[in-house]
Structures are given as C-alpha cells and as structure tokens.
C-alpha cells in the first residue's frame, strides 16, 4: 500500500525559507518512471503544483515559482524534501506531496501539511 | 489565474446528471492526457479519472471523462449527495515556459 506523509514547520515568519519533508511508504523511487511531486492549496483556493523529482533525478519546477524553489530526494531514507524560499504570507496553504507513477498523474496523495507565513 | 479554466461552480438533483468542463490550449490538453481530481471538504484530492476516460479502481461507473481538442469534460450521472465536493482537472503542459503540470481553477458542486 503506498502511502505519503509530509511533515514541517507549522509557522514560518516571512522572508524565512521553508524545508517540507515527504516520507514514502509502499513504493521505491528506484523503480523506473515513478516521480513524487508537491502540491499546494492556500486556503479556500484552487490546486497548485509546485514541483516534481522522477526516479532518475530529472526535476520539473513551477515556472511562476522555479527560482524560489528546490526539490530533492534521499532514495536510502525513502523521503523527497522540498525547499521554498522567501517565504511570503500569501505562501500560506496546506502543502502535499503525491506519488506520480510511471505516465500517470498524481494518483495517493499524502494528507497535507498546513502552513502559515506570518511575523 | 489558472492556466485550465473551469466553472467555478456546478449544481444538480438526486439522481440527475451533470457535466463540468476544462478548457486549456494546444500545449496541454491538446496534446496530453487530462486527469480529474475529486477532493471532500478536509480531505487530500482523490484521483477520479485518468487519461482522459478512465476509472481507477474503486471509482463508480457513474463517473465518466471525454475530452476534445483543447477542452474536456467531467459527466456525473445519477448524482448523489456524497458527489458534493470541489472537482479539479490537470494535464501536463509542454510550453516555451518548459513542461510543468497545470490545474484548473475547481469547480464547486452542489447536490441541491
């Protein structure tokens, strides 16, 4: 069973940067054509994908956001980090993370993770 | 602003059928798959259709995705109560600004 847990800061003050942890359960980002990505919801809005790291460590960034993010994984740890920089308070949203398998969208997600941006 | 554009809402009876639609470009829906999402108030997106038409396991034939062109559609047929939620769509996207998934805006749906 696949399972995705994401874990972080509640709170982050603005300007700080931001470190979201993924844990992976159920399946290997080892395996050929699978990839973990990010996505997040400010509150009371739509979807919006931030990121995503494949098996082979190939990345895809947010165009409106690729120069304040970075996506990396730890296949021994079996974990996918997501850093944000700069955070700002209109950052605030609950945050996913999602396994992505081989040709397909994103199909488990994790439960998400909420976080505020205020001083 | 999102790059796919859905009704922001949607509304229909017991047992009636409703159709919400996704309108994007030749750079994502045109040429890729499009995928619909289901998300309860409080909880994570759930993974309704994938490209384009079909049914994950577990996910009620009531549930039915077409797409033509640069636009698709999400049916629900025989619509119940518990269909009440918001519904979004993404596709991946192969633009001049590099490949990145995009989604709709949602749409809300109301069980009346």
């Known amino acids: 069973q696949i399972t995705l847990k994401e874990s972080g800061p509640t709170l982050v003050k603005p300007t700080q940067t931001l470190t979201l942890t993924c844990t992976l359960s159920?399946?290997?980002?080892?395996?050929?054509?699978?990839?973990v990505g990010w996505i997040r919801q400010p509150p009371g809005k739509a979807l919006e994908w931030l990121a995503l790291?494949?098996?082979?460590?190939?990345?895809r960034y947010s165009p409106s956001l690729k120069n304040r993010l970075t996506i990396t994984k730890d296949t021994s740890k079996n974990q996918v980090v997501l850093t944000m920089t700069n955070m700002d308070p209109v950052d605030t949203a609950t945050y996913y993370c999602?396994?992505?398998?081989?040709?397909?969208?994103?199909?488990?997600w994790g439960q998400g993770t909420m976080v505020i941006v205020s001083s | 602003q999102s790059v796919l554009t859905q009704p922001p809402s949607a509304s229909g009876t017991p047992g009636q059928r409703v159709t919400i639609s996704c309108s994007g470009s030749n750079s994502n829906i045109g040429i890729n798959y499009i995928f619909w999402y289901q998300q309860l108030p409080g909880t994570a997106p759930k993974l309704l259709i994938q490209?384009?038409?079909q049914r994950p396991s577990g996910v009620p034939d009531r549930f039915s995705g077409s797409k033509s062109g640069t636009s698709a559609s999400l049916a629900i047929s025989g619509l119940r109560s518990e269909d009440e939620a918001d519904y979004y769509c993404?596709?991946?996207?192969?633009?001049?600004?590099?490949?990145?998934?995009?989604f709709g805006g949602g749409t809300k749906l109301t069980v009346l």
């Open positions: 790291i494949y098996w082979d460590d190939d990345k």
């Open positions: 159920g399946f290997s980002l080892r395996t050929t054509g699978v990839g």
């Open positions: 490209k384009n038409n």
């Open positions: 993404a596709a991946w996207d192969d633009s001049l600004s590099g490949q990145h998934w995009v």
């Open positions: 999602a396994h992505r398998p081989d040709l397909g969208a994103f199909d488990v």
